[in-house]
C-alpha cells in the first residue's frame, strides 16, 4: 500500500520553462512534507519543505503548495534550469506513538532540456 | 563537518553471507534511519531510531537488525543476505525540536550486490 505516491516517473521541460512535479498521499495524518533531489549516485537532499498548516512555501526559484482537502502536493521550480535534471522524491511523515517517520514516494526524474 | 558517512561504498556478498553497512554522523542529530532504495520503488525505510537506545521498525525490516549505542553510529546488520536484499542503501539523520521533524541529511550509499 503505497502512501506516497508519484504517478509521473519522467517529465521533460524546456530551460526557462516552468517544471511542475506532482504528489498525491493517502493518510490524513500525515503533518509534515518534504522535497528531495537525488542525482545519480549520490544521496538526496532536502529542497523543501512545508507544514500541513500552511499551502504554500517558497524558496527562490522553487515553490511547494499543499492541498489538504485533496491530499496533494506539488513542487513548481521556476525558470527551470539544466542543472535541475535529476530524480525527485517527495516525502510525507507523521508522528506514531510518540516517534515519526517519512514515507518517500517513487520519485519523478527531471530532464530539463537546454 | 563530514555530515553522514556511510562505509563501504560497495560490497558484493554471497547468498547467506553477514555483513554490516556502517553509518556515522557528525552533526548531533537524534533521529537516524535506514531506507533501501530499488528502481520502480523510491525509497523503502528500513529501520529508524529517534535516539541512542531506541530503534524502531520502518516499511521493510525483514532480514536487518539495528543498534543505536550512541548518537553518532547506526550500523545495519544483514543477518543472512538474500539476493532480494540487493540495492542501494541509504543512511540519513536529522534533528527534532519536541518530536517535530526536520529535513534529513543523507549519506552518499552503499550499492550491495547479493550473488
Known amino acids: 500500500d503505497q502512501q506516497v505516491k508519484q504517478n509521473s516517473p519522467s517529465l521533460s521541460v524546456q530551460e526557462g520553462r516552468i517544471s511542475i512535479l506532482n504528489c498525491d498521499y493517502t493518510?490524513?495524518?500525515?503533518?509534515?512534507f518534504l522535497w528531495y533531489k537525488k542525482y545519480p549516485a549520490e544521496g538526496p537532499t532536502f529542497l523543501i519543505s512545508i507544514s500541513s498548516i500552511k499551502d504554500k512555501n517558497e524558496d527562490g526559484r522553487f515553490t511547494v503548495f499543499l492541498n489538504k482537502s485533496a491530499k496533494h502536493l506539488s513542487l513548481h521550480i521556476v525558470p527551470s534550469q539544466p542543472g535541475d535534471s535529476a530524480v525527485y522524491f517527495c516525502?510525507?511523515?507523521?508522528?506514531?506513538?510518540?516517534?515519526?517517520?517519512?514515507?518517500f514516494g517513487t520519485g519523478t526524474r527531471l530532464k530539463v532540456l537546454a | 563537518n563530514a555530515g553522514v558517512t556511510q562505509t563501504p561504498k560497495f560490497q558484493v556478498l554471497k547468498t547467506g553471507q553477514s555483513m554490516t553497512l556502517q553509518c556515522a554522523q557528525d552533526?548531533?542529530?537524534?533521529?537516524m534511519s535506514w531506507y533501501r532504495q530499488d528502481p520502480g520503488m523510491g525509497l523503502r525505510l528500513i529501520h529508524y531510531s529517534v535516539g541512542a537506545g531506541i530503534t524502531d521498525q520502518g516499511e521493510v525490516p525483514n532480514g536487518y537488525n539495528v543498534s543505536r549505542s550512541t548518537t553518532e553510529d547506526f550500523p545495519l546488520r544483514l543477518l543472512s543476505a538474500a539476493p532480494s536484499q540487493t540495492s542501494v542503501y541509504f543512511c540519513?539523520?536529522?534533528?527534532?525540536?519536541?518530536?517535530?521533524?526536520?529535513?534529513?541529511?543523507f549519506g552518499p550509499g552503499t550499492r550491495l550486490t547479493v550473488t
Open positions: 552533526m548531533n542529530h537524534e533521529y
Open positions: 516525502a510525507a511523515s507523521r508522528r506514531t506513538s510518540g516517534t515519526y517517520k517519512y514515507i
Open positions: 540519513a539523520s536529522s534533528y527534532s525540536t519536541s518530536g517535530v521533524p526536520y529535513e534529513q541529511y
Open positions: 493518510n490524513s495524518m500525515f503533518d509534515y
